[in-house]
């Protein structure tokens, strides 16, 4: 379903970039923030993974999370879909390639095409106006190549990023102070807790009979 369809089903246009977008987009970070402790990087610092939410509106239009898919379905089921696919692909694949030329670990003597060259080229020069903007490439970009779709970058995300960077400014004084954290805690048996907990069921059974 499109936009212009789900407001003329819902009957208030223009609902999409006022409400129901800017919900869609805080339960996508909430989701994702929720489990950020047990995504690890660990030999995975230049991997990325696309995930699919199943979202649905209740009578009061607020998005709820049904499923999170590790490899969303990519089928052209619907016409509009060709092209939404077509886009973000190209949208995706385009900020790749500015984000592999402009890594610092790539080294320089590795052979570049001339059109690579130029294109890298570009983008050290504005490597500091790209994370500024609400989508992965600049404006131009999707108008230079007539794409309708785009992926969006979530502000809490932003935010958290320019945070993130502020905190690594800390002096080395204050650095020098800084201790580590302490866990305390003891080392949860699965076994005793699976009986414990197969006893439970049994007598929770008991009790229901």
């Known amino acids: 379903m499109q936009v212009s369809e789900l407001e003329e089903i819902v009957g208030e246009k223009g609902i999409w970039n006022k409400k129901l977008f800017p919900a869609i987009k805080d339960v996508v970070f909430k989701t994702l923030k929720g489990v950020q402790e047990s995504q690890t990087t660990d030999n995975k610092g230049r991997c990325f993974e696309v995930y699919g939410f199943d979202i649905m509106l209740d009578e009061q239009l607020n998005p709820w999370v049904i499923e999170v898919n590790l490899s969303p379905a990519c089928r052209e089921r619907e016409t509009f879909l060709s092209k939404m696919l077509d886009d973000?692909?190209?949208d995706l694949f385009s900020w790749?390639?500015?984000?592999?030329?402009?890594?610092?670990?790539?080294?320089?003597?590795?052979?570049?095409?001339?059109k690579l060259k130029m294109k890298r080229n570009i983008y050290l020069r504005q490597v500091q106006f790209f994370?500024?903007?609400?989508?992965?490439?600049?404006?131009?970009?999707?108008?230079e190549n007539g794409l309708i779709n785009k992926y969006v970058r979530l502000q809490e995300s932003i935010e958290e990023v320019k945070a993130y960077n502020r905190s690594n400014q800390v002096s080395s004084d204050i650095a020098q102070t800084l201790t580590g954290l302490e866990l305390c805690g003891t080392k949860v048996d699965m076994k005793v807790e699976k009986k414990i907990d197969l006893a439970y069921r049994r007598f929770e059974s008991t009790c229901l009979i």
């Open 131 to 143: 994370d500024k903007h609400e989508y992965l490439n600049m404006p131009e970009f999707y108008t």
């Open 88 to 90: 973000m692909a190209f």
């Open 96 to 114: 790749l390639e500015r984000k592999i030329l402009t890594n610092n670990m790539l080294d320089c003597d590795i052979p570049l095409s001339d």
